[in-house]
């Protein structure tokens, strides 16, 4: 009877140790698989077709614009945390004005953007230069660069166009001030620049 009795509370024991090995070993297998999914989304996320030019306007105004597209291949909706785009020209015929600013947007986390799965995303921006200021320094550019040889125009000058962006995986919002060591594993960061090329 006593024999009988170890027997059972062995074979308790072996099958306790047995599930809770299973276990372990599930959502071991599980959080694997899921940190390789979110390293291919890193991966796989990125910016498309970006397209920038200029174009003159009424009353002499000139158009920048700039677009871009993300390509998001994986299977998670992303939250856009900070966006920016900046365009400028590099004045290199003015030693104390070395970049005009020509227009810039930011968006931000408040804004609730996002970013579907499986799919492309297209992003536009634009500004309307009108200042009698900064269209007067674009000419003045222009007239230097002219005077060197170059065969630019006001709307083919080399502008510069800078975006990047921030996002956040979606299904894995955590507290993001007091769990920072988790920020890296769910952010995405992309950016592009021209550096100063004709469109």
């Not at 005009?100 to 996002?114: C, H, K, M, V």
């Not at 579907?116 to 200042?131: E, H, M, Q, R």
Request: glycine share 8%; net charge negative.
């Amino acid at each position: 009877m006593a024999i009988l009795e170890k027997s059972r509370r062995h074979w308790v024991t072996v099958t306790m140790y047995v599930a809770f090995s299973l276990f372990f070993l599930g959502a071991c297998i599980v959080s694997a698989a899921t940190y390789g999914s979110i390293g291919r989304a890193q991966q796989d996320v990125e910016l498309l077709n970006p397209e920038y030019g200029a174009r003159q306007v009424p009353h002499g105004a000139i158009n920048i614009s700039f677009s871009v597209q993300i390509h998001n291949p994986s299977r998670y909706t992303l939250h856009v945390n900070a966006l920016s785009w900046y365009a400028t020209l590099v004045n290199s015929s003015s030693p104390d004005e070395r970049i005009i600013p020509l227009g810039d947007e930011y968006i931000g986390p408040t804004r609730l953007l996002e970013v579907p799965a499986k799919g492309t995303t297209n992003f536009s921006f634009g500004a309307v230069v009108s200042d009698p200021s900064t269209l007067a320094k674009l000419y003045g550019y222009l007239a230097y660069e002219t005077s060197l040889g170059a065969n630019y125009t006001i709307t083919t000058l080399p502008y510069t166009h800078s975006f990047s962006i921030v996002l956040l995986i979606g299904e894995f919002e955590h507290d993001y001030l007091r769990e920072r060591y988790l920020n890296d594993l769910v952010t995405i960061r992309l950016s592009y620049s021209n550096e100063g090329g004709a469109a």
